[in-house]
């Protein structure tokens, strides 16, 4: 555990001084919260490939690490609420996939993951079909 936090907290210093020295501009909390979302992102990712190698000890521990981390994340938000918000977008006529995603994305940035709210897009969008 250590050692996963000890990399988390790196990955966010050097987003933080990225945006501090480069951008020229003040760190948001959001911007912190995607690099632990990315982080479990990544180890997903890393969960699906070692059980397709059948390798269940390392994809235990790659679950074991999201787990972990996934504490450090704010709660969800209630997916009546992004469902809620799609349908609205929908609603003011906006029916391509992209167009949708790119006018909820930002309401949620950092509260919610993008494949949540890619699911009820989609399922939304089916609706119309």
Known sequence: MLLLLGMIIAEVKERVRVIENE?????????????????????????????????????QKEHDEIV???Q??????????????V????????TVMGQVMGKVLPRFKGQV??????AIVREELAKLV
């Open 23 to 59: 951008e020229k501009r003040d760190v948001q909390d959001s911007e912190v919260i995607e690099v632990l979302r990315k982080g479990i992102k990544k180890r997903r990712d890393s969960v699906e490939q070692y059980t397709a190698a059948n390798r269940p000890e390392l994809a």
């Open 113 to 118: 993951e993008g494949s949540v709210i890619n």
């Open 87 to 94: 349908q609205e977008v929908i609603a003011s006529g906006v």
């Open 68 to 70: 972990i981390l996934e």
């Open 72 to 85: 450090y994340l704010p709660a969800a938000v209630d997916p009546a609420v992004i469902r809620s918000a």
